[in-house]
């Protein structure tokens, strides 16, 4: 079986992917307690007959399953720093976007390229979400997750990133990497660097963007045509240095001659 990843692999803190660690889930139910408590805080205090932004489409609050910490740490054995990481850490990224990204995982839009390893692997991690509830329900537990720092490990001119963002990215991403929602322009600034390289040559090179009922994948496959590698490396050194919105690990050395 693809998915059944080698023992070496596995998280080593403590038996989580058997059984569920119940200081943990306690853990995990009190902050979840307290994140809807502020949210309803909030509502009450503002605007009280519209649905929080930060919710998928048709989704309420209310309507969203218990998820159990065992199907948080499936996901987490390739989406945390901890351990071999294989996936992207997805902590803060807005629950609409992972949504989408995760249904079109879902019809086979993503994760049936057989050029897109790492997207066939998620492919197959599907199997371990059981319903469109709880598909919701992830989307919405990584979205109030948040970023970690990370490692810069993207070396690039960040000044001549900054002027190919300016021109070529910030009408949909946003000036501060900050996504638009109305077109379905994620953040780029919360993201490690060494993902939004990967993902943008993925773009690049025609392995992500392909499906052609996949608008948004092709509206940003057709946005990274014709940029070099250097351009995607000092792109995404402009980015990791003034829009990420957590601060590196590291220092990074100056670009690569
Ligand atoms: C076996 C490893 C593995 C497991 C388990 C796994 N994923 Fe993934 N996931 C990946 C990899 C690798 C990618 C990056 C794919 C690529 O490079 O295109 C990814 C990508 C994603 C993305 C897209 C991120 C983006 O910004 O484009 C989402 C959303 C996601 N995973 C959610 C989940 C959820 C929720 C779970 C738990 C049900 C899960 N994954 C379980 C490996 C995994
Ligand atoms: C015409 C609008 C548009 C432009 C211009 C654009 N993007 Fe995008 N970008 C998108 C959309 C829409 C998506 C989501 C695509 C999908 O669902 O696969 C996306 C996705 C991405 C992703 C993947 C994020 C993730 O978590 O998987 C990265 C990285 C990215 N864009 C970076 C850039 C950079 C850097 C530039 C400038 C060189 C740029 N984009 C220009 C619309 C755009």
Redesign the pocket.
Known sequence: ME?E?PARDLPTRDDRLGGVDFGEMDWFWRRLFFAVGLIGLAGAGCAPTTPSPAMPSGVTKWSLPQLSQA??D??L???STKEMQ???V?DG?PAW??EA??KK?QSGQ?GKNSK?K??Q??G???A??NSDAE?AA??VY?EKQKPKPSLRVIRGNAAAGRALYVTRCASCHGKIGEGKREINS?PVNV?EDW?LM??LR?YASG??GVHPGDAGGVMMKAAAANLSPDDLRNVVAYIAKDLTVTPPLQKVGPPKK
């Open positions: 998915n990843l199907t948080v499936a996901c054995v390739c989406h294989r996936g992207p997805l990224l976007y992972l990204q995760l995982f993503r897109n790492a997207e692997l998620m197959v991690a599907m371990k979400i598909l992830l989307a990584f994620p993201q993902f990967d993902q993925k392995q992500r």
